[in-house]
C-alpha cells in the first residue's frame, strides 16, 4: 500500500506561482510511475503532469506545458509540481497519483493509477 499526502495548495493571484507537493508513506515510489491530476467543480478529472519512474522523462496536459514542471526526489519519496502563470483557468483541487509497482511508464487516463492522495486545493483569483 501506498499513501500519498498532498501539499501546498492556496489561493493565488492570477501569474502567480505555487509549488505542490506529495508525499508517500508505506511503500518506495522508486519503482513507479507518478502523475498530478485535477478536477474542477463539474468537470471531469483531467491529467496535469506526469514523471517515470525515474524522473529522466516528463509529460504535461498541453494546457500546462511551459508554465508547470513536474519532479520527483526518490531518496525523500516526494514528488512536486511547480506552477507558474497560474490563471483562473488553474483552479481545481489538485491529487497526486501512484501506480502500483513495476508499472514505469506515464499514461493519462486516472484509471490506469492505484493510489491517490486526497488533494490539494488551489485557488486562482483574477
Known amino acids: 500500500q501506498v499513501q500519498l499526502v498532498e501539499s501546498g495548495g492556496g489561493l493565488v493571484q492570477s501569474g502567480g506561482s505555487l509549488r505542490l507537493s506529495c508525499a508517500a508513506s508505506?511503500?518506495?515510489?522508486?519503482?513507479?510511475?507518478m502523475a498530478w491530476f485535477r478536477q474542477a467543480p463539474g468537470k471531469e478529472r483531467e491529467f496535469v503532469a506526469g514523471v517515470n519512474w525515474s524522473g529522466a522523462s516528463t509529460y504535461y496536459a498541453d494546457s500546462v506545458k511551459g508554465r508547470f514542471t513536474i519532479s520527483r526526489d526518490n531518496a525523500k519519496n516526494t514528488v512536486y509540481l511547480q506552477m507558474n502563470s497560474l490563471n483562473p483557468e488553474d483552479t481545481a483541487n489538485y491529487y497526486c497519483?501512484?501506480?502500483?509497482?513495476?508499472?514505469?511508464?506515464?499514461?493519462?487516463?486516472?484509471?490506469?493509477?492505484?493510489?491517490w492522495g486526497q488533494g490539494t486545493q488551489v485557488t486562482v483569483s483574477s
Open positions: 508505506g511503500r518506495i515510489i522508486s519503482s513507479r510511475a
Open positions: 497519483a501512484a501506480k502500483r509497482s513495476g508499472m514505469v511508464v506515464v499514461t493519462m487516463t486516472p484509471g490506469d493509477y492505484t493510489y
